[in-house]
């Protein structure tokens, strides 16, 4: 499947000079979404899986559609201020300025089997962070999967330790 026909760029998104890749339309196409959905389940082929991980916002979507289908549970790791309960944090720097992540001190139990997962791939500051906070909750890190990396910006190379999966790639 064309997959790539059916994410939008938004130039100047969220500033200037950045081209924003817009999944809206991807999950609006059933083809589109069954087929990012199977792509992703094929990644996680093999690997046991007790709990996904979906970074906010748009990893929820796929996160929750993959603990679904994978028959495990699902947990949040989100901006700042989020989430109700007692959290930790993890600050990070992306391609266009920084940021800070938010997970539950009880969302991950010790040797749970963490799979990952969100929108983008881009400079791997968010994933990085995520992975540091499910690490220190002792959560082992099956793998990481987007449905969008962003090839030319390397985020592989910092994030080289992990099995890592895309279904779209631009260079």
């Not at 709990?51 to 906010?56: A, D, H, R, S």
């Given at each position: 499947?064309?997959?790539?026909?059916?994410?939008?760029?938004?130039?100047?998104?969220?500033?200037?000079?950045?081209?924003?890749?817009?999944?809206?339309?991807?999950?609006?196409?059933?083809?589109?979404?069954?087929?990012?959905?199977?792509?992703?389940?094929?990644?996680?082929?093999?690997?046991?899986?007790?709990?996904?991980?979906?970074?906010?916002?748009?990893?929820?979507?796929?996160?929750?559609?993959?603990?679904?289908?994978?028959?495990?549970?699902?947990?949040?790791?989100?901006?700042?201020?989020?989430?109700?309960?007692?959290?930790?944090?993890?600050?990070y720097t992306l391609e266009y300025g920084t940021n800070t992540v938010?997970?539950?001190?009880?969302?991950?139990?010790?040797?749970?089997?963490?799979?990952?997962?969100?929108?983008?791939?881009?400079?791997?500051?968010?994933?990085?962070?995520?992975?540091?906070?499910?690490?220190?909750?002792?959560?082992?890190?099956?793998?990481?999967?987007?449905?969008?990396?962003?090839?030319?910006?390397?985020?592989?190379?910092?994030?080289?330790?992990?099995?890592?999966?895309?279904?779209?790639?631009?260079?």
């Amino acid at each position: 499947m064309d997959i790539e026909s059916t994410i939008r760029d938004v130039p100047n998104f969220p500033k200037k000079g950045i081209i924003f890749k817009d999944i809206t339309t991807l999950l609006k196409n059933p083809k589109a979404l069954r087929y990012k959905v199977q792509e992703m389940l094929k990644f996680c082929q093999g690997k046991q899986v007790d709990i996904v991980v979906g970074i906010e916002s748009r990893g929820f979507i796929s996160g929750a559609l993959l603990a679904y289908e994978l028959g495990c549970g699902f947990v949040p790791v989100r901006k700042p201020g989020k989430l109700p309960a007692e959290t930790i944090s993890e600050s990070y720097t992306l391609e266009y300025g920084t940021n800070t992540v938010e997970i539950h001190t009880d969302a991950i139990a010790k040797g749970q089997k963490v799979l990952i997962i969100d929108d983008l791939l881009a400079t791997g500051g968010t994933a990085k962070a995520t992975c540091k906070l499910v690490e220190r909750l002792g959560g082992d890190i099956v793998g990481l999967a987007f449905i969008i990396e962003l090839v030319f910006l390397k985020a592989r190379d910092e994030l080289s330790q992990y099995d890592v999966f895309s279904v779209v790639q631009y260079d």
